[in-house]
Nanobody, 121 residues
């Protein structure tokens, strides 16, 4: 039984901040890397950030220095702290549990509903 529930999105002005949360089922959280993706209308889903089971992090160049991914293993929750938001960050944000192998993230086929982030003045 796999369950992923994203929350924390909303409307924010450029330069503002948001913190996203993803609650995952315990059965898939412990032994997996976790990742955040985002998808804007008419575009493909893109990888934003990854945190491995060992706590190592990786970021897309477009968000490096502005976003921070973290995880709380006891709460089976992964977070995405978003700072200095830009209009191009507008998208639906999803989390995923998978593997980080050979320098890349391999997503599983389970996705939550996602949470909408809109950056606009």
């Amino acid at each position: 039984q796999v369950q992923l529930v994203e929350s924390g999105g909303g409307l924010v002005q450029p330069g503002g901040s948001l913190r996203l949360s993803c609650l995952a089922s315990g059965s898939i959280f412990s032994n997996n890397a976790m990742a955040w993706y985002r998808q804007a209308p008419g575009k493909q889903r893109e990888l934003v950030a990854v945190i491995t089971s060992g706590g190592n992090t990786h970021y897309a160049d477009s968000v490096k220095g502005r976003f921070t991914i973290s995880r709380d293993n006891a709460k089976t929750t992964v977070y995405l702290q978003m700072k200095r938001l830009k209009p191009e960050d507008t998208a639906v944000y999803y989390c995923n549990a998978g593997g980080y192998i050979s320098g890349r993230f391999w997503p599983d086929d389970y996705w939550g509903q996602g949470t909408q982030v809109t950056v606009s003045s």
